[in-house]
């Protein structure tokens, strides 16, 4: 597609819960980023993919984090035993390659809410 | 220090105005820079990227990079309420991952 899509748009979990949040890049786009913005503007970058195998990791929360881009499916990212400090919204954004200049295009991502 | 600096706001401007973002970064060795604008609610949308000392323009906006000085600026001119929004500072860093400042907040009046 043009646009990366993301869903949920919304997501609700108790704290405790798992939480699987999904993306698709925009058609042709190798490389897939994964952000977390919480208090309204603080971004925090978790992890990226080229193609199916992981590019950058070093933002990830591994106890609990874990995150797939498989062939011809979308990519994920799930949240084992959600705690309340991971309500955020979760972006995921798309670039065509992986040059320091290429435009990362973002998703509407998901509203993450721990309760 | 963050890696990224931004003044949080709000910065208020009158409609038809120019308005000034300012951003400064710690790391001397980044290249590429990017400014997002992000409506409330809204994902960011790339609004300018600069990668050389000097002056960008891009209709009413212009971006200026200086890198001795590690400062990069938006300059929005003839300011609409549809300016109005969140304005992300970004840079590039290792892996290609974004490095984003916690953004200012432009309010445009009529």
């Known amino acids: 597609g043009e646009e990366v899509a993301q869903t949920p748009k919304h997501l609700v979990r108790g704290e405790g819960q798992k939480a699987k949040l999904y993306c698709a890049p925009i058609?042709?786009?190798?490389?897939v980023f994964w952000y977390q913005q919480v208090l309204k503007n603080e971004f925090k970058f978790l992890i990226s993919?080229?193609?199916?195998?992981?590019?950058?990791e070093t933002g990830m929360p591994k106890e609990r984090f874990s995150a797939k881009c498989l062939p011809n499916s979308p990519c994920s990212l799930e949240i084992q035993a959600t705690k309340l400090e991971d309500s955020a919204v979760y972006f995921c954004?798309?670039?065509?390659?992986?040059?320091?200049?290429?435009?990362?295009?973002f998703g509407p991502g998901t509203r993450l809410l721990v309760l | 220090q963050k890696e990224v600096e931004q003044n949080s706001g709000p910065l208020s401007v009158p409609e038809g105005a120019i308005a000034s973002l300012n951003c400064t970064y710690s790391?001397?060795?980044?290249?590429?820079f990017f400014w997002y604008r992000q409506y409330s609610g809204k994902s960011p949308e790339l609004i300018m990227s600069?990668?050389?000392?000097g002056d960008k323009e891009d209709g009413r906006f212009t971006a200026q990079l200086n890198k001795a000085s590690q400062y990069v600026s938006l300059l929005i001119r003839d300011s609409q309420p549809s300016d109005s929004a969140t304005y992300l500072c970004?840079?590039?860093?290792?892996?290609?991952?974004?490095?984003f400042g916690t953004g200012t907040q432009l309010k445009v009046e009529l």
């Open positions: 954004a798309s670039s065509p390659g992986s040059g320091r200049r290429e435009t990362q295009y």
């Open positions: 058609k042709g786009h190798s490389y």
């Open positions: 993919f080229q193609n199916e195998n992981v590019f950058d």
């Open positions: 790391d001397r060795v980044s290249q590429s």
């Open positions: 600069i990668y050389s000392n």
């Open positions: 970004a840079l590039v860093g290792g892996g290609n991952k974004l490095t």
